[in-house]
Antibody, heavy 121, light 108 residues
């Protein structure tokens, strides 16, 4: 059974750095072709892909947010992290992690339930 | 950036109805389109990928079709469990991944 679970703070202040962790089970991030992504959804708005880290340690970032994002992986701990610098109220959203299952295809077959993050002073 | 236009934003239907949701994209994506179902407090669920391939375990009343820049998700006979929000996603490249605005399917 494949599961992913996001964790992190629910409230951050403007200009702070957000750090989230995705803990997964049922698959290995060392398996060829596998990736884990972060995706967010602001209230009332569309889902937005943020970043993906792959089994071979390659990383892809949304070009519009790249300068603020860092995605990391610890395959031995089955964890993927995301940091977002210089948080703004516009970054208020539910943050999801999800698995990319197949090399060359960029859809997501398993998702976590999401963790809400509010940016406010 | 590839723009996504998903319609309708809200759809009212009854159990047993056949419903269709449309996703239009601004550029050719060679069938690289997925559909997801989302329910409050639950993880989004992959339904369809490659525009028309049903994910394992998804009921056959769900189907996807389309090519070029217009794609559809059809539910042939709505079940009570199908009332949810549906999203399309294009994945034309590793740096071009965008989602539609969502369609809320509600009970009439």
């Amino acid at each position: 059974q494949i599961t992913l679970e996001e964790s992190g703070p629910t409230l951050v202040e403007p200009t702070q750095t957000l750090t989230l962790t995705c803990t997964f089970s049922g698959f290995s991030l060392s398996s060829s072709g596998v990736g884990v992504a972060w995706i967010r959804q602001p209230p009332g708005r569309a889902l937005e892909w943020l970043a993906t880290v792959y089994w071979d340690d390659d990383r892809h970032y949304n070009p519009s947010l790249k300068r603020r994002l860092t995605i990391t992986k610890d395959a031995s701990k089955n964890q993927v992290g995301l940091t977002v610098t210089d948080m703004d109220p516009e970054d208020t959203a539910t943050y999801y992690c999800a698995r990319r299952p197949v090399m060359g295809k960029y859809y997501f077959d398993y998702w976590g339930q999401g963790t809400p993050v509010t940016v406010s002073s | 950036d590839i723009q996504m236009t998903q319609s309708p934003s809200t759809l009212s239907a009854s159990v047993g109805d056949r419903v269709t949701i449309t996703c239009r994209v601004s550029q050719f994506i060679d069938g690289r389109l997925a559909w997801y179902q989302e329910k409050p407090g639950k993880a989004p669920k992959l339904l369809i990928y490659g525009a028309s391939t049903l994910e394992s375990g998804v009921p056959s009343r769900f189907s996807g079709s389309g090519s070029g820049t217009e794609f559809t998700l059809t539910v042939s006979s709505l079940q009570p469990n199908d009332f949810a929000t549906y999203y399309c996603q294009q994945y034309s490249s590793h740096l071009s991944i965008t989602f539609g605005q969502g369609t809320r399917l509600e009970i009439k």
